[in-house]
């Protein structure tokens, strides 16, 4: 396997202020997340770690300003989106790449049950998020939208997406959701399902009292430390005015 | 694990005929799969089936859907997780971490960043909001920056296949979004060298070509390869 390129890391480390998540003082650690911290993709790779217990590097990437538009951080991520794994010279874009890498590589704190039919569920609810709603209302698709149609179409578009993936995951979760969205225990689709609401309520003003089971886990998730302190409200990145 | 409804999956056997792909003329077989002969989600599970030797397929609406037995599970990525998971014969992951990793990223490059923004949905939204003269733009934008994004995530990983020199995942997923580039939305693929070098190279494959849109039982007749 080809090796990514160290000297590559260590430019963009001095082009981007790392923000220690653990306090530590240290200044390198293997694991470095390129991170937002409104973004949910970033929020679900967030809860894993601290799930797992893995010490990591802050690296925030400001949206709003461009940096992710960088062509230092193009060489991480060609698409251009946060969040970015870094595992010592190992590079890894995209929320569900990263998940299932920590996964095989990190096997405590598992993410995914044995029984592959539940597994299967995971995968399931999981992707509904990542591939049926969060790319149908993310930053860029939002952009063209206000674009093209005006700002008034944008938040409307947006709970049209979250409202139609919503009451699908009702739906696929009805049979098999317990404190969790999959049963008693937090698993992937959990880490998918947090971030999503979370944004769903607070920037897009969807109405959660339609969606029982993902209104009644969402409490549960409120009470999670791992949950909790990787939610937007809490990052080293969050502007003043956002901080919970 | 509650079961699903098998009454569910009785009524839809019944409300679509299923076309059987092997020809032995049995009705119920263990595995079945909802599928659009054109959906390149509907594909990506094709393939997996055919490299993994099960030949039954059944049509349906919201596609794909696999069915196993009493199991039900949609979505084109769980599924064939699922069936990586199941049946382990024809791996279609590598056994290293970070080049798992790697499929795992081109794979959703195509699932989560390209295919969504230019589905059927999508462009009727488009098409409904703008008019037809901007679909096949907004489809070409998408598909074009997500397979630039896809150059240079491969470029030094690919050999004879995306990842490499045996087919894997990531290959699954690339070859119907390629197909479907050049087929509907006339993408010109001399910008992506890497990808028309594989796309070749999967023409040459029976899985691949058995599964792609112009070959299947419900494909009409002036689609037919």
């Given at each position: 396997?080809?090796?990514?390129?160290?000297?590559l890391?260590?430019?963009?480390?001095?082009?981007?202020s790392?923000?220690?998540?653990?306090?530590?003082?240290?200044?390198?650690?293997?694991?470095?997340?390129?991170?937002?911290?409104?973004?949910?993709?970033?929020?679900?790779?967030?809860?894993?770690?601290?799930?797992?217990?893995?010490?990591?590097?802050?690296?925030?990437?400001?949206?709003?300003?461009?940096?992710?538009?960088?062509?230092?951080?193009?060489?991480?991520?060609?698409?251009?989106?946060?969040?970015?794994?870094?595992?010592?010279?190992?590079?890894v874009?995209?929320?569900?790449?990263?998940?299932?890498?920590?996964?095989?590589?990190?096997?405590?704190?598992?993410?995914?049950p044995?029984?592959?039919?539940?597994?299967?569920?995971?995968y399931?609810?999981?992707?509904?998020?990542?591939?049926?709603i969060?790319?149908?209302?993310?930053?860029?698709?939002l952009?063209?939208?206000?674009?093209?149609?005006?700002?008034?179409?944008?938040?409307?578009?947006?709970?049209?997406?979250?409202?139609?993936?919503?009451?699908?995951?009702e739906?696929?979760?009805?049979?098999?959701?317990?404190?969790?969205?999959?049963?008693?225990?937090?698993?992937?689709?959990?880490?998918?399902?947090?971030?999503?609401?979370?944004?769903?309520?607070?920037?897009?003003?969807?109405?959660?009292?339609?969606?029982?089971?993902?209104?009644?886990?969402?409490?549960?998730?409120?009470?999670?430390?791992?949950?909790?302190?990787?939610?937007?409200?809490?990052?080293?990145?969050?502007?003043?005015?956002?901080r919970?």
């Amino acid at each position: 396997m080809k090796k990514q390129n160290p000297p590559l890391i260590q430019s963009l480390q001095s082009l981007f202020s790392p923000i220690m998540a653990s306090g530590t003082g240290e200044v390198s650690k293997k694991l470095k997340l390129y991170s937002n911290w409104r973004s949910s993709c970033s929020c679900r790779v967030r809860i894993a770690l601290k799930l797992k217990g893995l010490d990591y590097e802050y690296i925030a990437i400001n949206l709003l300003k461009g940096d992710q538009k960088s062509p230092e951080f193009l060489k991480l991520n060609p698409l251009g989106y946060v969040p970015v794994l870094v595992d010592g010279d190992f590079v890894v874009a995209d929320s569900f790449a990263i998940l299932l890498y920590l996964e095989e590589k990190y096997p405590q704190h598992p993410l995914l049950p044995k029984d592959l039919q539940k597994r299967a569920l995971n995968y399931q609810a999981a992707n509904l998020v990542s591939a049926n709603i969060q790319p149908l209302q993310n930053l860029s698709v939002l952009g063209y939208i206000h674009e093209k149609l005006g700002p008034d179409e944008e938040i409307p578009l947006a709970q049209t997406h979250i409202r139609k993936g919503f009451a699908a995951l009702e739906k696929l979760l009805e049979n098999y959701a317990g404190k969790y969205a999959t049963g008693n225990e937090v698993f992937l689709a959990d880490l998918f399902l947090a971030p999503q609401i979370d944004g769903a309520v607070r920037r897009f003003n969807v109405d959660m009292s339609e969606y029982p089971i993902l209104s009644r886990i969402n409490e549960a998730y409120k009470e999670l430390p791992a949950f909790q302190d990787a939610m937007p409200g809490k990052q080293p990145d969050t502007p003043p005015e956002a901080r919970a």
